[in-house]
């Protein structure tokens, strides 16, 4: 997405019938619950509405009251609940439905996001609100068809200048420019969150943070918003921008530094991201203040607990830079001093890896299966468990055995497949690549066809094998024993085209780099004169033959192949010039080739 849209928040509901109000009729009661939220009293203002449910437990106006003041306080999850309630109470107010669609934005729940928000526009098409939430869900999950429709028929109930809004936001996400009057319409609308989420989605900026963020002192809830949305698009240059400005102004959020640790990591900066990394781990705060007493957090309601699995999170992180660096050492120092950190299973998986490559498997396989003890459901850990039983299947019991062929992460059925071929099944291993391969992003795709290339001519299966090697870029990316392998299954079925075009210019990439001795170089030195002779192909294997590292066996077999097809020069060219000087049996073997270039 280009830009984060600011959920809009209703102050003023409008006042409808009697379930509304509040059955005391005390509406100067539940003014100054308004007057509370406009001042940022939000404590207040949830104290307020609290005090009308206990004598109007019906009330939908204060109860929407309510669950604005949490979500104010960044309580999003009570929010939701509350506005629900809201909903229940007031089903035919458009407000309550645009606030619970605002509130479950909040909370990620894209789709209660978007049911609510047409709700609230069914109810009144001329809902600015409601239909200001519905064009965010839309263009927040890249619905853009249905954000058009939507805007089309918002064009017969709402002034132009907020009709001019959305049009703004659904161009930039389509990537098209935007009309200056439109923009000069828009900045009309009278409505400023409106008007503020338009404008920095059209300014690819982040400078309009919004008026209802300002007021409300969540410019880093919406700065980190943005900067997700940033690293969504790829763009982690701005994303890291974003988060600069955050953490200048407010050092302490862990939310803003993990993630900004991340996109240094990911841009190359090893070194910023350590540092960032460091700082998390004496990290105070994962929330902020406002100076009315509210917090506010990311989205989703932050506490302590996140706050000690951010730092967690990012402890493990740090050992894995050392790791990844092949700073063994460094790794262990960094493993040694959070030791003391509360169990994570991020901290157990790491711990596995550290262990691993200190080369003690069956302590990481300790670390492993306390850590899925503890954590039983947790895929990372359970993506560990496969890892490790790629190098060594002996600690994968059938629990895990079985949680790696149920998991929905391709990566689990690539290492459950390794271990299979390990063991000798080629049909379980074709069919875990294959379920690998169904959900592999295409760069990691390739990683899965190898791996599927393998189990097929493990079994013997050349159309498997065939079919694996079409999804490769490049021939050239299997191993020389695997091109050996699979050439060799089309040579033994008389299909020399084909094993000429797996083995390629393999025998003598390989010449030019491989010591003479070297077994795989000396095994598709003999293949490929044997798919020359197939293919009649016999200046490439006289090529081959002159080669120092061409096995002397093969040399002899090829020379009498040559003889067979009638070339007798360039067969006696290749013998050597006195047979008596080889060991038995090739010198009898030498001696009878002259003999027939003689003879023919």
């Known amino acids: 997405m280009r830009a984060f849209t600011l959920s809009l928040i209703l102050l003023a509901p409008g006042l409808a019938h009697a379930a509304w109000l509040p059955a005391s009729a005390d509406l100067a009661a539940y003014s100054e619950g308004v007057v509370a939220l406009g001042t940022q009293r939000l404590e207040d203002a949830e104290a307020t509405f609290r005090r009308l449910l206990e004598g109007s437990p019906d009330c939908g106006m204060c109860r929407q009251g309510l669950g604005v003041a949490q979500l104010r306080q960044g309580r999003v999850e009570e929010a939701v609940v509350t506005l629900q309630a809201a909903t229940v109470a007031a089903p035919d107010q458009p407000e309550v439905w645009s606030s619970l669609s605002a509130a479950a934005f909040a909370a990620q729940d894209l789709p209660r996001a978007r049911e609510a928000a047409l709700r609230a526009v069914a109810v009144d098409p001329g809902s600015i609100d409601g239909q200001a939430a519905l064009q965010q869900v839309l263009l927040r999950t890249g619905d853009l068809e249905l954000a058009q429709v939507s805007l089309d028929r918002a064009r017969q109930d709402l002034p132009d200048p907020v009709v001019a809004c959305f049009e703004v936001q659904l161009s930039q996400e389509r990537g098209k420019a935007v009309a200056a009057d439109r923009l000069e319409a828009c900045r009309r609308a009278g409505t400023p969150d409106l008007v503020a989420g338009a404008l920095s989605r059209a300014n690819e900026s982040s400078d309009q943070v919004g008026a209802l963020a300002a007021r409300l002192g969540m410019d880093p809830v919406v700065l980190v918003a943005q900067a997700l949305d940033r690293e969504q698009a790829g763009d ?30 990911a841009q190359g900066d090893r070194a910023g991201a350590e540092a960032d990394l460091e700082a998390l781990l004496m990290s105070g705060s994962w929330v902020d203040v406002h100076r009315s007493g509210a917090t506010s957090g ?17 402890a493990a992180a740090l050992v894995e830079l050392h790791l990844d660096a092949g700073d063994l050492p460094g790794a262990q120092t960094r493993w040694a001093a959070i030791s003391g950190l509360p ?14 490559k200190q080369g003690d498997p069956a302590l990481a396989w300790s670390r492993v299966n306390e850590g899925m003890e503890r954590f039983p459901n947790d895929s990372a850990l359970l993506s560990v468990a496969g890892g490790l039983a790629a190098s060594d299947p002996a600690g994968l019991g059938p629990e895990r055995r079985a949680a790696l062929a149920a998991s929905p992460h391709w990566r689990d059925h690539l290492n459950l497949a390794a271990v299979l071929r390990k063991e000798g099944d080629v049909a379980g291993c074709t069919t875990q690549a294959g379920r690998a391969l169904a959900g592999a992003a295409p760069e990691e795709a390739d990683a899965v066809a190898l791996l599927l290339h393998g189990c097929a001519v493990d079994g013997r299966d050349r159309q498997g094998a065939d079919a694996a090697l079409a999804r490769l870029r490049d021939v050239g ?24 075009r797996v083995l390629g210019r393999l025998p003598e990439e390989l010449a030019a780099v491989s010591k003479a001795d070297d077994p795989v170089l000396r095994a598709v030195l003999a293949l490929g004169l044997r798919v020359a002779a197939a293919q009649a192909d016999w200046g490439r294997g ?26 007798v020069r360039a067969a006696a060219d290749l013998l050597p010039a006195d047979c008596d000087s080889l060991d038995p049996p090739f010198s009898g073997r030498c001696a009878v080739l002259k003999a027939r270039s003689g003879a023919l």
Do not use: C, K
């Open 236 to 265: 982690l240059r701005q994303a890291s921008a974003l988060l600069d400005r955050v953490l200048a102004g407010w050092p302490q959020r862990a939310d803003a530094r993990a993630m900004r640790a991340r996109l240094r990591r």
């Open 298 to 314: 990311i989205l989703r309601q932050s506490d302590a607990v996140r706050l000690q699995n951010t730092v967690a999170e990012g």
């Open 343 to 356: 169990a994570h299973p991020a901290l157990f998986a790491i711990g596995a890896r550290l262990a691993l």
């Open 477 to 500: 990316q299997l191993r020389p024993g695997a091109r050996y392998n699979h050439a060799l299954l089309h040579l033994n079925a008389q299909d020399s085209a084909a094993a000429a």
């Open 542 to 567: 006289e090529a081959l033959s002159r080669l120092p590292a061409a096995p002397l066996d093969d040399r002899l077999w090829f020379v009498g192949a040559m003889l067979d097809a009638g070339l």
